[in-house]
């Protein structure tokens, strides 16, 4: 089964959106492995982002995802890095689909609310990045075979 990293980022925890995006994620079936409420140190913002470092909103990302506490998450499911990005919506909210977290919740690229890993690279990078084994729970629920058949 497939693991992938959510973060809610700062603006979802300000606006009281941690309840509502979860919601959406649980309702879903997914199963959560991991989840930590954290403030980023910068040079962990740097590191998780540092495909995006020299370009010009760069500064400005590390300032955002650094302003206050985020929910780090690890969640599995059945093709889940694709479906929690078709789930999440385009990276700019102006272009992301009703019914997606950003298309539903958010206006600018700059305050999209939600992180999740864009490939299975990404996502055994992040996952290391910001957990140990010991914080990933493997365990079965016996809903499960409801889920998956
Ligand atoms: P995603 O978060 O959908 O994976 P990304 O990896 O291309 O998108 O970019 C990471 C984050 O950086 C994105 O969520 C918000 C910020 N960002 C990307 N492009 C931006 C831009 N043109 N202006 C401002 N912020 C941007
Ligand atoms: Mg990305």
Do not use: C
């Amino acid at each position: 089964m497939e693991r992938t990293f959510v973060m809610l980022k700062p603006d979802a925890v300000q606006r009281g959106l941690i309840g509502e995006i979860l919601a959406r994620i649980e309702a879903k079936g997914f199963k959560p492995v991991a989840m930590k409420f954290m403030r980023i140190p910068k040079e962990l913002a740097e590191r998780h982002y540092g495909e995006h470092k020299g370009k010009p909103f760069f500064p400005g990302l590390i300032e955002y995802m650094t302003s206050g506490p985020v929910l780090v998450m690890v969640w599995e499911g059945e093709n889940i890095i694709a479906a929690m990005r078709t789930m999440m919506g385009a990276t700019n909210p102006q272009n992301a689909a009703v019914g997606t977290i950003r298309g539903d919740f958010a206006q600018q690229t700059g305050r999209n609310l939600i992180h999740g890993s864009d490939g299975p690279e990404s996502a055994r990078r992040e996952i290391e990045l910001f957990f140990n084994d010991y914080e990933l729970q493997n365990w079965s629920r016996s809903l499960d075979p409801w889920y998956i058949e």
